[in-house]
């Protein structure tokens, strides 16, 4: 069975500063997708990024980058310079690889709170 | 390109009560996810629709169901609600290029109050 964990709850940072949220899988799967979402406080969850489990390499996207490691099974995303309209929950999550004809599910992390205070 | 709708926006029942939510997903998107959020229990998975079969089923009780018509346009149905159902539910599309691999891209959701 697949799992994501995200241990920080909720992260409470002052603008300008980086911040770091942390997401860990399990996964028996080779052929994986990660993916990480922003939920503001209007309950959508916005899609900011999608990693396949054989490109490791890291992302940049102006303000946010993330570091992908298998070895760790850690998929980390890190705010620069954070901004008050960062704030929001941040959620992690994991699909698994399946055919076209199959069905597929996103299993999310517990999400991360991220506070900026001006 | 206009993104997922859902309807309605928020709703109150009642316990014994039976509820319909609506998705209209991306225009071209053809398979249409349902989940369920609590502060409890966070964001679970409740199905999956494609080509008006449902493809994946999460760990739900007989209760919720759904449905998906040809236009891809999906609707959800709780029976015999319970207070445990309040929950926000969020609707996702994706275009189905391949299953596992593809983005689902949420709705607002419909925040549903059981008293």
């Known amino acids: 069975a697949q799992k994501v964990t995200q241990a920080q709850t909720e992260i409470s940072v002052v603008e300008k500063e980086d911040v770091t949220l942390d997401c860990v899988y399990e996964?028996?799967?080779?052929?994986?997708?990660l993916f990480w979402y922003k939920q503001p406080p209007s309950g959508e969850l916005v899609f900011l990024i999608r990693?396949?489990?054989?490109?490791?390499q890291n992302e940049i996207s102006g303000r946010y980058s993330w570091n992908f490691q298998k070895s760790t099974s850690s998929f980390n995303f890190t705010i620069t310079a954070s901004q008050v309209v960062d704030s929001a929950v941040y959620f992690c999550?994991?699909?698994?690889?399946?055919?076209?004809?199959?069905?597929?599910?996103?299993?999310f992390g517990e999400g991360t709170q991220l506070t900026v205070n001006p | 390109k206009a993104g997922v709708t859902q309807t309605p926006r928020y709703l109150i029942k009642t316990r014994g009560q039976q509820v319909t939510l609506s998705c209209s997903p991306i225009?071209?998107?053809?398979?249409v996810s349902w989940y369920q959020q609590t502060p409890g229990q966070g964001l679970q998975f409740l199905f999956e629709?494609?080509?008006?079969?449902?493809?994946n089923k999460g760990n739900f009780p007989g209760r919720f169901s759904g449905r998906q018509f040809s236009n891809s346009r999906s609707e959800m149905n709780v029976s015999t609600l319970e207070l445990g159902d309040s929950a926000l539910y969020l609707c996702?599309?994706?275009?189905?290029?391949?299953?596992?691999?593809?983005?689902?891209?949420f709705g607002p959701g419909t925040r549903l109050t059981v008293l």
């Open positions: 996702a599309s994706s275009p189905r290029v391949a299953g596992g691999s593809d983005t689902q891209y």
């Open positions: 996964t028996r799967d080779t052929t994986y997708y």
């Open positions: 990693r396949n489990s054989f490109d490791e």
């Open positions: 999550a994991l699909s698994e690889a399946r055919g076209k004809t199959s069905g597929s599910r996103l299993t």
């Open positions: 225009s071209g998107h053809r398979s």
């Open positions: 629709y494609f080509s008006e079969t449902q493809r």
